[in-house]
């Protein structure tokens, strides 16, 4: 590793898989990790503060700043994924309370506050809805000066999740997706074309889960929690989901991007929350006739070396 660490904030919604980015953001020495912003989103915000502050503790990074955010996306109402990350957000895996409460502070004045004093531009990390960067954006336009660009995991070039054509973290939310992608600063959307083929092998998950280091123990059992095995096999893979988004980070020649227009579906409706990524070679009918209109370009992530985050991410986590 050459050179100074990344100055990184991750904005987060913990979240089996935001866990799982935390602990390879605290022990990867090419992160500075200056803090991490909670907002509403696979469970309540008070869920995801409690879930962050549980896992930086078990990470043994006490010390990093953490505030509570937003508590409902900007229109919508909550509507967390507990049939995906158990009714506590952290696969109801029984993991202590926090020793601490976060900073009495709220996130969009954490990050502003971060972004601005880090020394080095800073590189924003969303792996949630995208409610508290918006605010940030919108409350405090100055950060933009200070970062250096942001990847975020949500979107979806051919299929969603939450609905359809949807990704979770952009249907929450669809106005602050939006938001982000004004934002002014070079943008990557590690979407769901990649984060779901992330998949650390069956037995290194059960190496993690028989650790006798209790954060490898409890990574071991998130990641058997996100098994996306439909084999049936009773020996669990696990997906490393936002964790994916981190690793693109350090070693951005893990993924191929293209850089291409997105904007967000926010018409009410099947494809609302949609990103609509255009791909085409050429203009269409559309430009020809009605003229081109004004659209965000976005370094979209198209392909991944599975492998090569798969070695990174154990092999950063496995250090300790
Ligand atoms: C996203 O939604 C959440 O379930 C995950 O934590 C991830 O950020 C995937 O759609
Ligand atoms: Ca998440």
């Avoid at 954006?137 to 054509?165: K, Q, S, W």
Wanted: include cysteine.
């Amino acid at each position: 590793m050459t050179g100074q660490p990344i100055p990184v904030i991750i904005d987060c919604d913990t979240g089996v898989d935001d866990a799982l980015a935390l602990l390879f953001a605290v022990h990867h020495p090419g992160l500075d990790l200056r803090a991490v912003t909670c907002v509403a989103g696979n469970t309540d915000v008070d869920g995801v503060v409690r879930n962050t502050l549980t896992v930086l503790e078990q990470a043994g990074a006490p010390d990093i700043p953490v505030a509570r955010g937003a508590e409902r996306p900007l229109i919508e109402p909550v509507r967390t994924a507990a049939h995906v990350h158990g009714q506590d957000g952290m696969g109801d895996l029984g993991l202590p309370a926090p020793t601490r409460v976060p900073l009495d502070v709220d996130a969009v004045t954490l990050l502003r506050r971060e972004i601005l004093a880090s020394p080095r531009p800073v590189t924003l990390i969303p792996t949630a809805p995208l409610t508290n960067i918006a605010l940030l954006l919108r409350t405090h336009p100055e950060v933009v000066r200070n970062i250096e660009r942001i990847v975020f995991m949500g979107g979806a070039v051919a299929t969603g999740n939450a609905t359809p054509v949807a990704e979770f973290n952009v249907w929450h939310d669809p106005e602050a997706a939006a938001v982000l992608l004004t934002a002014g600063v070079p943008i990557t959307m590690y979407g769901l074309d990649v984060f779901e083929r992330v998949i650390v092998p069956a037995a290194d998950v059960q190496r993690l889960r028989t650790s006798s280091e209790p954060s490898l123990r409890m990574a071991g059992e998130l990641l058997a929690h996100r098994d996306p095995a439909t084999s049936g096999d009773p020996t669990p893979t696990g997906g490393l989901g936002d964790a994916g988004a981190v690793c693109a980070v350090v070693d951005p020649g893990g993924i191929t991007t293209a850089h291409l227009p997105v904007e967000v579906s926010l018409s009410p409706g099947p494809t609302r929350g949609q990103t609509i990524v255009d791909r085409r070679p050429r203009p269409g009918e559309s430009e020809i006739h009605e003229g081109e209109r004004e659209l965000t370009f976005v370094d979209v992530a198209l392909e991944v070396d599975v492998e090569r985050y798969v070695k990174l991410w154990l092999s950063t986590v496995e250090q300790i």
